[in-house]
């Protein structure tokens, strides 16, 4: 079992920038690899980002050059920062550990980008 809590989100006008957590508790001794997913409303849940253990890192094309994901193993956090946010960034971001057998997610958090 993983347990994840998320913090950050909220209001931004669009080209500002925020930061989002995501803390990881559990076993996360198993954890492959950690990220975000995103779901605007009316659409699909997102791929947003991804990091693994090793710190190697995957982007979907949306956000290439506009988030950077981190990792703090000390803390077991994990971190989206999100530069020059659009108005379709607007989404519940979900943050993500994937275990050889099982997907977590946290709650959610809210970002809403007004133009």
């Known amino acids: 079992q993983v347990q994840l809590v998320e913090s950050g989100g909220g209001l931004v006008q669009a080209g500002g920038s925020l930061r989002l957590s995501c803390a990881a508790s559990?076993?996360?001794?198993?954890?492959?690899?950690m990220g975000w997913y995103r779901q605007a409303p009316g659409k699909q849940r997102e791929f947003v980002v991804y990091?693994?253990?090793?710190?190697?890192?995957n982007y979907a094309d949306s956000v290439k050059g506009r988030f950077t994901i981190s990792r703090d193993n000390a803390k077991n956090t994990v971190s989206l920062q999100m530069n020059s946010l659009r108005p379709e960034d607007t989404a519940v971001y979900y943050c993500?550990?994937?275990?050889?057998?099982?997907?977590?997610w946290g709650q959610g958090t809210q970002v809403t980008v007004s133009s």
């Open positions: 993500n550990a994937r275990l050889p057998s099982n997907n977590y």
């Open positions: 559990g076993s996360i001794f198993s954890i492959i690899h």
């Open positions: 990091i693994t253990s090793d710190d190697s890192t």
